[in-house]
C-alpha cells in the first residue's frame, strides 16, 4: 500500500487549492487517513484525518472553518479541498493511514513524497 500526495503549488493568500491522496492498496472501513504538513525546520503536523468506514473528518484548530476533508471510495482517494489559504500553510502536505485516530505522525505509515504547497502574501 502506498499512499501518493499531488495537486500542490503556489497560490496567493486568500485563493483557494485542493490536494488528492490516492491511496494504491485497500483501505479498509477501520482505517483512518490523515493529512500531516511539515514546513521547513518545524516538526510534521496533523491538519486532519477521515475515517475511512464513517466519513467522519477531524480537523485542526489552525485550519478548521477553512479545510475540508472528503474521500471519494470509489477511486480510493481522499481530498484536502483549502479555502481562505494563508502563509503559515505553506509546507509540504502528505498523507498516511492508520488504524485509529492518532495526531502524531508515529501512527501512521504508507507516506508519499508529499506535494508542495506555498502560499505567497
Known amino acids: 500500500v502506498q499512499l501518493q500526495a499531488s495537486g500542490g503549488g503556489l497560490v496567493q493568500a486568500g485563493d483557494s487549492l485542493r490536494v488528492s491522496c490516492a491511496a494504491s492498496?485497500?483501505?479498509?472501513?477501520?482505517?483512518?487517513v490523515a493529512w500531516f504538513r511539515q514546513a521547513p525546520g518545524k516538526e510534521r503536523e496533523f491538519v486532519g484525518a477521515?475515517?475511512?468506514?464513517?466519513?467522519?473528518?477531524y480537523l485542526a484548530d489552525s485550519v478548521k472553518g477553512r479545510f475540508i476533508i472528503s474521500k471519494d471510495g470509489a477511486k480510493n482517494t481522499v481530498y484536502l479541498q483549502m479555502n481562505s489559504l494563508k502563509s503559515e500553510d505553506t509546507a509540504v502536505y502528505y498523507c498516511?493511514?492508520?488504524?485509529?485516530?492518532?495526531?502524531?505522525?508515529?501512527?501512521?505509515?504508507?507516506w508519499g513524497q508529499g506535494t508542495q504547497v506555498t502560499v505567497s502574501s
Open positions: 477521515i475515517r475511512w468506514g464513517t466519513g467522519r473528518t
Open positions: 492498496g485497500r483501505i479498509y472501513s477501520s482505517h483512518v
Open positions: 498516511g493511514r492508520g488504524n485509529g485516530l492518532e495526531y502524531a505522525p508515529a501512527h501512521y505509515s504508507y
